[in-house]
């Protein structure tokens, strides 16, 4: 399936060089990984070391509006993946 992730601008160097990269994948995960297969570089910035995602992202599936979601949820064809990037400070 064909999926749309769109990225916030401080992963966009590592990612496709643009808003948004297509990915194929049955779940978020599965997308995920093959957007870090085409794109090795944003594994680093996007997970810790012990493969978590970072704090400051979040994974979004928007298809009826826009829900937070777990790396195994179900994706279909033509969903729109958004991961956003959280402003953090203190």
């Given at each position: 399936?064909?999926?749309?992730?769109?990225?916030?601008?401080?992963?966009?160097?590592?990612?496709?060089?643009?808003e948004?990269?297509?990915?194929?994948?049955?779940?978020?995960?599965?997308?995920?990984?093959?957007?870090?297969?085409?794109?090795?570089?944003?594994?680093?910035?996007?997970?810790?070391?012990?493969?978590?995602?970072?704090?400051?992202?979040?994974?979004?599936?928007?298809s009826?509006?826009?829900?937070?979601v777990?790396?195994?949820?179900?994706?279909?064809?033509?969903?729109?993946l958004?991961?956003?990037?959280?402003?953090?400070?203190?």
């Amino acid at each position: 399936m064909s999926v749309r992730v769109k990225l916030p601008s401080v992963l966009q160097e590592f990612g496709c060089g643009a808003e948004a990269c297509e990915v194929t994948g049955k779940t978020v995960g599965e997308c995920i990984k093959n957007l870090e297969m085409g794109f090795p570089n944003i594994k680093n910035h996007l997970f810790d070391r012990q493969g978590k995602l970072l704090h400051i992202f979040g994974i979004y599936l928007k298809s009826d509006g826009i829900q937070p979601v777990d790396l195994d949820t179900p994706v279909q064809e033509n969903d729109e993946l958004i991961i956003l990037s959280f402003i953090m400070g203190g």
